[in-house]
């Protein structure tokens, strides 16, 4: 019997590695973690308690440092990349990164991360 592949989402970075200039209690991602099954699609919301210049995501694959996925600056601004898109609501102060049709390179743990104006 063989099992689906499954991946595995967090917001908590391995080996000390941290995006720049976050503070947990300016941002709030959600969910926190996620377990899901290749080929679902899934959404991370990130909230913020005050107003970013910039608003951005990262991914830490498993034994690898952050690399940055997606950088946002206007409010409305969308970015799509390999089946990933994030989105900017300056407004509500929040920022999204979707994935459509997960894959196995797609696990990792995912972070969002801001620089104050």
Known sequence: MTTPDRTVFSDEP???DSPPRVSSQELEQSPRSLIIQEGEDFTINCS??????????YRQKNGEGLSSLMMLQKSGEEKSHEK???KLDEKKQQTSLHITASQPSHSGIYLCAGDTL
């Open 84 to 86: 990933i898109t994030a």
């Open 48 to 57: 913020s308690s005050k107003t970013f210049y910039t608003l951005g995501w």
């Open 14 to 16: 391995k080996d000390g």
